[in-house]
Nanobody, 129 residues
């Protein structure tokens, strides 16, 4: 069965950095675009970033552009999210998400969540001085 296991979250100071990882199993990882999502306390699920199945194309929400970098290692079945210049508003539970079909590009417009069928349990990022 599909498994997505995130790690790398924690408590960080504003301006700091974190690198999140998502270990995938149970499906052909290299055939699927992937995305990162986050949910802050009291808020809805926010699409943050997505990457094509071969890693060539990356996309970001405006709120994180220039600070977040998504990448993947298909040989290791792992998705990454490098977060730099952390801000308090980045505090959230971060999850990786797999589309329901082997798409090249990640669904990212409108409310894309009906095109995803698997999420990990998430890793908490807390940004505080």
């Amino acid at each position: 069965q599909v498994q997505l296991v995130e790690s790398g979250g924690g408590l960080a100071q504003p301006g700091g950095s974190l690198r999140l990882s998502c270990a995938a199993s149970g499906f052909t990882f290299s055939s699927y675009a992937m995305s990162w999502a986050r949910q802050a306390p009291g808020k809805g699920l926010e699409w943050v970033s997505g990457i094509s199945s071969d890693g060539s194309d990356a996309y970001y929400a405006d709120s994180v552009k220039g600070r977040f970098t998504i990448s993947r290692d298909n040989a290791k079945n792992t998705l990454y999210l490098q977060i730099n210049n952390l801000k308090p508003e980045d505090t959230a539970l971060y999850s990786c998400a797999k589309p329901s079909r082997p798409l090249y590009l990640p669904p990212r417009y409108g409310n894309p969540w009906d095109r995803y069928d698997s999420w990990g349990q998430g890793t908490q990022v807390t940004v505080s001085a």
